[in-house]
């Protein structure tokens, strides 16, 4: 290394030495003056020598790329959301299904929760290479020039960090600077922001990356996420984050109970009010990263954490009127219109009334005063009604007896909270509704085709169901309101490319009631084409992994309607895929038909979730929890104590990793 190239290094190193200092240990060592002087010479330095760039110097956190279109970048490892608690009670149901799945004693790690803007930062080799938002949790927006202006994320990390990982975290705006950005906007004439959480996560978006760079953004980091890290809890994980150079909140705790986690909760819910973010809760996860891992996830969340929320906001203001949404399952949600009101940052016009049971047990009508909440709830919800302000000429409130939309007379199924409009394909809210999750992100996925699109192709007679898409042509579509022909092209070719979509998120697609993403995924794996669910009575739907009557029953009404299989028919006529795929069903086997599994400690060949995926590839099912009906169970090393005396108790083979895999002719 030469001269220099060695100043320009030393230069860099202390300026990046006073920023940690300063943005994430909060410790000032330097002057403004004094560090405006050094980042001055080093820019200068690096102007004359060009040949010596580097993409991380500190002279690059002023911004100046401009990004016009944020690419769309699909998560290496699922952002999932966190399910929410908000009682004592709440979080022992949820420690009585933890120790129920997980063998030993639990420890619990106690995190406040940070009401910001959710971004994950990939490293490799200890530099930042890709910072993205959550977006669905599937995949996110590239906003990696945006997040690197931002002093608190490291470009470049210290210490023992492994050679790639992701961590998450959330990109907030202290109150303080929230107050003087808002003082400048007002001094200036602008309206001012409405909350700093809309302000960080408007931020992350902004095209050019220099605007972003005035802003004061914070990375506060929670989670590690990747392959082979070394790192065997969360409490360790975060010591890890910090050591690495990541700003990590020291409020962190242990917790061994409950009671424990309770504790910290109240504690922060006094005191969060000092804090110089927005917090709205505590996380809580199992502190155990092999127990995390035992513990897996559902459909939407892990099952080792939860969210425990402060007590909500609540105001009070008047009912104006009660109006009804139809759903595209035909269900019918009542809504509150509200005096708009000021509520945890946001201003608040509409709530949800649920059901006719609701509305009767509050009593609700229109002209009360009402309290109103927003806990956790994207619709903030109706507590109850302040009586001492009821008009003297008030009537009760009467659900309506025929559907807002089309007239139809209601329907209320016994034992069922919601009335419905019978009228499945007559109803155009219905119709739309089912056509716009039809072309959904998570299911077919239409590029250049958004629900206003579709409202208005039912609207102008084009269509009147999902399959009526395939047969959409360019002419007809030009016409359309703010339709050019760019936009045109798109959306014919994204219904084409639709084609290509595995069965699983068509079956997801076709909309059956209360056939999510996981269900369609189980009945797609094991009756491997649409035919096959078609003829599948309730009696054999039911034997199929997570389906129970309920849905089983839903499955078999939506196939016994002939308007439903003229559709089918139609999608197959089209090239929709309505079968797995060869490449999907290569290495499936019916092996381990009917056999019940229970995975369970560390294993050395393959990773757990490798195994779940052998054991489900080959017919098997997995099951978290030990009875009587396994048939086996993979058994690792660290197999908890209490997991081999329930083996014994009932007489459960134990086999180990090396049999099992012999078992399906790895040698």
């Not at 109970?257 to 910290?264: A, C, H, T």
Request: charged content about 30%; proline content about 4%; glycine content about 6%.
């Amino acid at each position: 290394m030469n001269t220099v190239e060695q100043e320009l290094q030393n230069l860099r190193d202390e300026l990046n030495a006073f920023n940690y200092s300063y943005y994430v240990l909060d410790q000032k060592e330097i002057s403004d003056y004094d560090f405006d002087l050094k980042l001055k010479a080093l820019q200068e330095l690096e102007l004359k020598h060009p040949e010596f760039f580097d993409p991380n110097s500190p002279t690059q956190r002023v911004g100046g790329a401009v990004t016009k279109n944020f690419d769309t970048i699909v998560h290496e490892h699922r952002m999932y959301s966190l399910d929410n608690s908000y009682s004592k009670e709440d979080l022992q149901d949820w420690e009585t299904r933890v120790k129920k799945m997980v063998d030993g004693d639990i420890q619990y790690t106690c995190e406040l929760k940070y009401d910001g803007a959710s971004i994950s930062l990939t490293y490799e080799g200890g530099i930042l290479v890709k910072a993205v938002t959550r977006g669905d949790g599937f995949q996110g927006d590239d906003v990696t020039e945006n997040v690197k202006t931002i002093k608190s994320v490291p470009l470049k990390l210290k210490g023992d960090f492994p050679p790639k990982f992701d961590i998450r975290g959330e990109i907030v705006l202290p109150f303080e600077g929230f107050i003087k950005m808002n003082e400048e906007r007002v001094e200036i004439g602008e309206e001012p922001y409405r909350n700093p959480r809309n302000t960080a996560s408007g931020s992350l978006k902004l095209q050019d990356s220099a605007e972003v760079a005035k802003r004061p953004l914070e990375c506060l980091l929670y989670n590690i996420t990747g392959s082979k890290l070394n790192i065997k809890s969360q409490i360790e994980s975060l010591e890890k984050a910090r050591s690495w150079g990541f700003k990590v909140p020291d409020a962190a705790k242990l917790a061994n109970s409950i009671d424990e986690v309770l504790e910290f909760v109240n504690y922060w819910d006094v005191k969060r009010h000092n804090l110089p973010y927005e917090t709205d809760g505590v996380v809580v996860k199992v502190n155990n990263l092999q127990h995390q891992e035992e513990l897996g996830y559902t459909a939407k969340a892990p099952r080792w954490a939860m969210a425990y929320k402060f007590k909500a906001e609540q105001v009070s203001t008047k009912l104006n009127s009660i109006t009804y949404q139809v759903g595209r399952t035909g269900a019918i949600t009542p809504v509150a219109n509200l005096e708009p009101v000021e509520l945890a940052g946001t201003t608040v016009k509409r709530a949800s009334l649920h059901n006719a049971d609701q509305i009767e047990k509050l009593d609700i009508r229109v002209g009360d005063e009402v309290y109103v909440e927003k806990g956790g709830e994207i619709i903030p919800k109706i507590l109850g009604v302040d009586l001492t302000k009821r008009p003297i000429n008030s009537e009760p409130s009467r659900y309506i007896t025929n559907c807002p939309e089309c007239e139809t007379e209601l329907v209320r199924q016994e034992g069922e909270a919601q009335h419905y409009c019978p009228n499945y394909n007559g109803c155009k809210p219905q119709v739309i509704g089912r056509i716009q999750h039809f072309i959904s992100r998570k299911a077919m996925d239409i590029d250049g085709l958004g629900g206003e699109t579709v409202a208005l192709l039912v609207n102008e007679g084009l269509i009147s169901n999902y399959s009526d898409l395939y047969e959409l042509t360019k002419a007809q579509v030009i016409p359309l309101e703010r339709m050019a022909e760019k936009s045109a092209d798109n959306l014919v070719q994204g219904i084409e490319q639709s084609k290509n979509i595995p069965f699983e998120r068509v079956l997801f697609a076709l909309g059956i009631r209360f056939v999510g993403e996981t269900v369609a995924k189980k009945l797609a794996k094991h009756y491997k084409n649409i035919d096959a669910i078609i003829e599948a009575s309730q009696e054999d739907l039911v034997t199929v992994d997570e389906i129970g009557i309920k849905i089983a029953e839903s499955v078999s009404l939506f196939f016994a309607s002939e308007a439903n299989i003229d559709t089918i028919n139609r999608l197959k006529s089209f090239g929709v895929q309505l079968q797995m795929s060869e490449a999907q069903l290569e290495g499936q086997t019916e092996l381990l038909k009917g056999d019940i599994v229970v995975v369970t400690g560390v294993f050395e060949t393959v990773s757990r979730n490798e195994l779940k995926k052998l054991i489900e590839d080959n017919g098997g099912k997995v099951s978290s929890s030990i009875s009587s009906k396994t048939s086996y169970i993979v058994a690792g090393s660290n197999m908890g104590p209490s997991k081999k005396d329930k083996a014994e108790k009932l007489s459960v083979l134990l086999v180990s990793e090396r049999e099992f895999l012999q078992k399906l002719g790895f040698n």
